[in-house]
C-alpha cells in the first residue's frame, strides 16, 4: 500500500517530516521518498529503495543537506515518488497512495492528445503518481484536476501535493483512506496514520472527509473541496494494516482488536462452545491484541508460545522473492518449549489470505512438541483481491486459500457460492473449514463473522469497505 506525512512550518521541518514518514514504514516496503522546499535552495528530493534497508537508516545521510519551512515524505508499495512537476499549474511535489485499475486506458486517452509522452519504470509501467499528475494538469487549477483525476480513476486515490508555500491533501473520493492534519505552535501536518502526528507535538484539529480537498498555508486550514456524502473506509485498517495506536474515524486500532477478539470468543461460546486448550496466542504482531481479547472473554490463560525476531528481519515480507519470504518467516519464529510441549494452544491471527506462513507456523508448533492447535482468523475469509488499496492484491484470486478450495471443491460455479462458504453456519461454510483444517493440519479451525467484525469497528456499516470478504463496493 503506501502512506505520506507532509508538514508546513514557520520553521525548518525535516525532522518531523523524516520521523512522521518513518512512523509510516508499516504501510510499505519497497520505496521511500523525501522533498523538502527552501526559498534559498529551492526544491531538494531525495528517493531510495527501502526493500532491504528500513527508511530511517536509507535517508539520514540525505538529511544532513535537506532543509525546508514545508516537507513531504512518502512510503510506497509501488512507484518512485514523491515526483517534481511543472507545468502551466506551476512548479509542485506530488505523492499519491491507491491502486489505478483503469490505467492503460487512461494513458490512451492522454496519448490521443499527442504531444505527452510518459517515463515508464523498470517494469515497463507507468508510475501511477506521474499518470495522477498528468490527470491534473488537464484542469485549468489544482483542484478542480483532483476532481477530474478522481472521477476518472477506477480505483482509489488519495493525493498530497506540495507547493514552495502550501500543502494541498485531497483525500480519496470515498474515503477509504483516513486522512487527518494535526496542529502545533510552529505549524501544521498531514498524515494517514494518526498516532504519527501526536507523537511529534502535533494536536489532532482536523479530520478529512472522503473526497474532500483541504489546502494547509500560513493562514492555516482552507476547504477547497467540500465532502462527499458516501464514506467507504477499509475495515483492514483496523484488523490489520493500521498500527495500534492509530484512530480512524474516532475509533482506535488496539481497541477495536481487543473488542473483536472478545466477540469472536462470545459469539464462539454460543454456538459450539471454546475449544478447551492451555493457551490462547497471537500471530505476531497484529494478532496480538485480538488473542489478547479472545483470552479474557473465554477465560483461558493468554501466553506466547513462540517470539518473532524482529532486530534483523522487522518485516517478513520485505524480499520480492516468495521462496526468501517464507523463509524468513519461519526463521523469525523462536519458540517457547517451555509454554508449547504437549500444550494445547489457540492461535489467533488478524487474517488468512494464502495461507504458505500459517502452515509453517503449525508445523513449526507441532514440531516443537504441541499436543493440539486449533486456529481463528480476526477477520472473514478473505473471498477477493483488493481493488482499492492493495491490501490483499494478488496475481490471481486462486491465490487466496478460502478462493482456492472453493474452485478444488466446484470449479467455476463455485463463485455462486460464495456468501454461503463465507457462512461457517451453512453446510458450504462448514465444508470450508473442514477442508482447510485438512490442508492445513489445524485441530478446529473458525472465522470472526463479518457481523462480528463491523460490531467491533463501531461504524455504520455502510461506511466501511468490505470488498475483499464480500465483492461488493
Not at 108 to 122: C, E, R, V, Y
Request: net charge negative.
Amino acid at each position: 500500500m503506501g502512506g505520506f506525512f507532509g508538514a508546513f512550518s514557520s520553521t525548518n521541518c525535516k525532522y518531523d517530516v523524516f520521523f512522521g514518514t518513518d512512523y509510516h514504514s508499516h504501510l510499505g516496503t519497497k520505496i521511500g521518498g523525501l522533498v523538502f522546499y527552501e526559498k534559498d535552495a529551492g526544491y531538494q528530493r531525495q528517493i531510495h529503495s527501502i526493500e532491504n534497508t528500513p527508511f530511517r537508516s536509507k535517508f539520514e545521510k540525505d538529511l544532513e543537506t535537506m532543509n525546508g519551512t514545508v516537507g513531504v515524505g512518502c512510503i510506497s508499495d509501488t512507484d518512485p515518488q514523491p515526483l517534481l512537476v511543472r507545468s502551466h499549474l506551476g512548479l509542485f511535489a506530488i505523492s499519491t497512495v491507491g491502486i489505478i485499475n483503469n490505467a492503460e486506458e487512461l494513458v490512451d486517452k492522454i496519448f490521443i492528445q499527442k504531444g505527452h509522452q510518459f517515463m515508464l519504470m523498470s517494469s515497463g509501467k507507468v508510475n501511477s503518481t506521474e499518470l495522477v499528475a498528468k490527470l491534473i494538469n488537464q484542469c485549468d487549477n489544482i483542484v478542480d484536476g483532483i476532481r477530474y483525476a478522481q472521477e476518472v480513476i477506477d480505483g482509489s486515490c488519495t493525493i498530497l501535493i506540495m507547493t514552495p508555500d502550501s500543502l494541498i491533501v485531497a483525500r480519496d473520493k470515498v474515503g477509504r483512506l483516513p486522512v487527518v492534519i494535526g496542529k502545533k505552535e510552529t505549524g501544521y501536518c498531514t498524515c494517514i496514520e494518526s498516532f504519527a502526528c501526536q507523537k511529534l507535538g502535533y494536536e489532532l484539529c482536523y479530520n478529512i472527509g472522503p473526497g474532500e480537498i483541504v489546502k494547509i498555508d500560513g493562514d492555516g486550514i482552507e476547504q477547497l473541496s467540500k465532502p462527499g456524502d458516501k464514506m467507504r473506509v477499509c475495515a483492514f485498517m483496523w484488523t490489520y494494516y493500521g498500527y495500534p495506536n492509530s484512530n480512524y474515524e474516532g475509533v482506535n486500532v488496539e481497541v477495536m482488536r481487543c473488542k473483536n477478539g472478545e466477540i469472536m470468543a462470545r459469539d464462539e461460546d454460543l454456538m459450539d462452545g471454546v475449544p478447551d486448550v492451555d493457551y490462547v496466542a497471537g500471530v505476531p504482531d497484529s494478532g496480538v491484541p485480538h488473542a489478547i481479547g479472545y483470552a479474557n472473554m473465554s477465560g483461558k490463560p493468554f501466553a506466547r508460545p513462540f517470539i518473532k525476531y524482529t532486530p534483523t528481519w522487522a518485516r517478513s515480507f520485505t524480499p520480492s522473492n516468495q521462496e526468501m519470504r517464507n523463509l524468513i518467516a519461519e526463521m523469525k519464529q523462536i519458540p517457547v518449549p517451555e509454554i508449547i510441549e504437549d500444550k494445547k494452544l489457540l492461535l489467533v491471527d488478524d487474517s488468512i489470505v494464502r495461507g504458505t506462513q500459517l502452515r509453517e507456523t503449525v508445523d513449526f508448533l507441532y514440531h516443537s512438541g504441541a499436543k493440539e492447535v486449533h486456529m481463528r482468523s480476526a477477520c472473514p475469509p478473505i473471498m477477493f483481491s483488493c481493488k482499492y488499496l492493495n491490501f490483499s492484491r494478488s496475481n490471481s484470486e486462486m491465490d487466496l486459500l478460502a478462493r482456492r478450495i472453493i474452485q478444488e471443491k466446484e470449479g467455476e460455479a463455485g463463485k455462486e457460492h460464495i456468501a454461503e462458504y463465507a457462512d461457517c453456519r451453512t453446510e458450504r461454510g462448514k465444508c470450508l473449514l473442514k477442508t482447510i483444517c485438512e490442508q492445513m493440519g489445524f485441530d478446529s479451525l473458525g472465522y470472526q463473522s463479518l457481523d462480528g467484525l463491523l460490531e467491533a469497528i463501531g461504524l455504520d456499516r455502510d461506511k466501511v469497505c468490505t470488498y475483499c470478504w464480500t465483492g461488493k463496493e
